[in-house]
């Protein structure tokens, strides 16, 4: 079984920043691309950013310039560089990823809150 575990988040003032991780665990034989999503209240869940195994990212253009998504792949972990935050940023940010065990697998994390406010 694989799991995918975020931390990070929490309440910052607008202009700040923060970081975002997400450990995979478990069975793992390799992982493709993984990426980060958000969904504010009462909106669709939208993708931020994903980055390939090979390091290639791309980025919501709401984000650009302000965030930035890394890896480790050794680690099977990604991160999310959040700088420049607004109060629009607010949402709960979940993690995914492809993960080949026996098989190919979309897993999710469990999603962390992050609130942008003064």
């Known amino acids: 079984q694989v799991q995918l575990v975020e931390s990070g988040g929490g309440l910052v003032q607008p202009g700040g920043s923060l970081r975002l991780s997400c450990a995979a665990s478990?069975?793992?034989?390799?992982?493709?691309?993984m990426g980060w999503y958000r969904q504010a209240p009462g909106k669709q869940r939208e993708l931020v950013a994903v980055i390939t195994s090979g390091g290639s990212a791309n980025y919501a253009d709401s984000v650009k310039g302000r965030f930035t998504i890394s890896r480790d792949n050794a680690k099977n972990t990604v991160y999310l560089q959040m700088n420049s935050l607004k109060p629009e940023d607010t949402a709960v940010y979940y993690c995914?990823?492809?993960?080949?065990?026996?098989?190919?697998?979309?897993?999710w994390g469990q999603g962390t809150l992050v609130t942008v406010s003064s």
């Open positions: 478990g069975s793992i034989f390799s992982i493709n691309a």
């Open positions: 995914k990823a492809n993960v080949f065990t026996s098989r190919w697998l979309e897993v």
